[in-house]
Nanobody, 125 residues
Framework: QVQLVESGGGEVQAGGSLRLSCAAS????????MGWFRQAPGKEREFVAV????????DYGDSVKGRFTISRDNAKKTVDLQMDSLKPEDTAVYYC??????????????????WGQGTQVTVSS
């Protein structure tokens, strides 16, 4: 069983930066593909970024590409999401997710078997 705990959320002004972190326990971290999703009130859960277990390849949602960076540290069993040039539309609860290995897609919530409790990010204009 894998447990995920997010941290680093908060409130920031538009144009600012935040760094989210997700700490994993249980399981074998190096074989987990790790993703970030977000969900704003009244909206569906949206793919943000993923870093795959093999080779560390990354992928980003179109709305965050070029502004957000995902990274993982297998020794510390953490995955971080650096968020720069934040916009009010980035306001959401951000969730960390994990799946053993995973497909080549990994953009759909249903592909993930483990989820954190979420952390709130609020970007004010």
């Amino acid at each position: 069983q894998v447990q995920l705990v997010e941290s680093g959320g908060g409130e920031v002004q538009a144009g600012g930066s935040l760094r989210l972190s997700c700490a994993a326990s249980g399981g074998t971290f190096r074989t987990l593909s790790m993703g970030w999703f977000r969900q704003a009130p009244g909206k569906e859960r949206e793919f943000v970024a993923v870093v795959r277990w093999s080779g560390g390849s990354t992928d980003y949602g179109d709305s965050v590409k070029g502004r957000f960076t995902i990274s993982r540290d297998n020794a510390k069993k953490t995955v971080d999401l650096q968020m720069d040039s934040l916009k009010p539309e980035d306001t959401a609860v951000y969730y960390c997710a994990a799946v053993y290995h995973g497909s080549s897609w990994l953009r759909a919530p249903l592909e993930y078997g483990y989820w954190g409790q979420g952390t709130q990010v609020t970007v004010s204009s």
